[in-house]
C-alpha cells in the first residue's frame, strides 16, 4: 500500500465535488441530452484521473479537467451522429494563434478565463455560457469583452518589446 496521499486524486475529488453541477451544464448545452452530459462529465473525470500524472501544473487543473469533460462531450456527439448515419467532424488541432494565446489566456481571472474557454473553445453561444455558468447573457458579455481587453493589452506590450 501507497503511504503517501495522491494529492492530485484529492484534489480531483474536491473539484468533482464542487463543481459538478457546472460541469454538467456545460455537456448538456454540448450534448443537447442531460443523460449523456452525466455520462461525458463521468468520463472526462475518468480520464482525468487516470490521466494524471501526465498535469504537468502550467495551467490550472480545473481548467485541464474542462478540455477533459468537454472533449467527452464532443466524443459523445460525435459517437451520436456516427450511429444516426450523419457526417462526424474530425478534431482539429487549434490554430497556432491559440496555442501561442494560451500563456495569456491562462493568466486571466478565473471567470473571464472559464467564459473564453466556454466561448472559443467549446464553441458555446453566450446563451448557453450563461446557462452554464448561471449567470446573464450581458455578465457574459461584459466578462468576454474584459478578457479581450486584457489579451489585447497583453498583445500591445508584446509587440512595443519586440
Known amino acids: 500500500m501507497n503511504r ?20 454538467v451544464r456545460v455537456a448538456r448545452a454540448i450534448t443537447g441530452d442531460p443523460e449523456r452530459a452525466h455520462e461525458a462529465v463521468q468520463d472526462g473525470f475518468a480520464d482525468a484521473i487516470r ?36 457526417p462526424v467532424g474530425g478534431e482539429s488541432e487549434p490554430p497556432q494563434a491559440m496555442r501561442e494565446l494560451a500563456p495569456t489566456i491562462a493568466a486571466l ?10 466561448r472559443y473553445y467549446a464553441d458555446l453561444d453566450y446563451r448557453a ?24 493589452t497583453a498583445l500591445e506590450e508584446v509587440r512595443s518589446d519586440g
Do not use: C
Not at 503517501?4 to 460541469?23: I, M
Open 4 to 23: 503517501f496521499p495522491d494529492r492530485r486524486l484529492s484534489e480531483l475529488e474536491a473539484l468533482y465535488r464542487a463543481r459538478h453541477s457546472h460541469f
Open 51 to 86: 490521466s494524471r500524472k501526465t498535469f504537468r501544473g502550467d495551467a490550472p487543473l480545473e481548467a485541464w479537467v474542462w478540455r477533459a469533460v468537454v472533449n467527452a462531450a464532443r466524443k459523445a456527439v460525435r459517437h451520436l451522429l456516427a450511429e444516426a448515419g450523419l
Open 129 to 152: 455560457i450563461a446557462d452554464a455558468l448561471d449567470v446573464e447573457v450581458g455578465t457574459v458579455s461584459a466578462t468576454l469583452a474584459a478578457a479581450h481587453s486584457k489579451v489585447r
Open 109 to 118: 481571472p478565473e471567470r473571464q478565463r472559464l467564459v473564453v474557454f466556454l
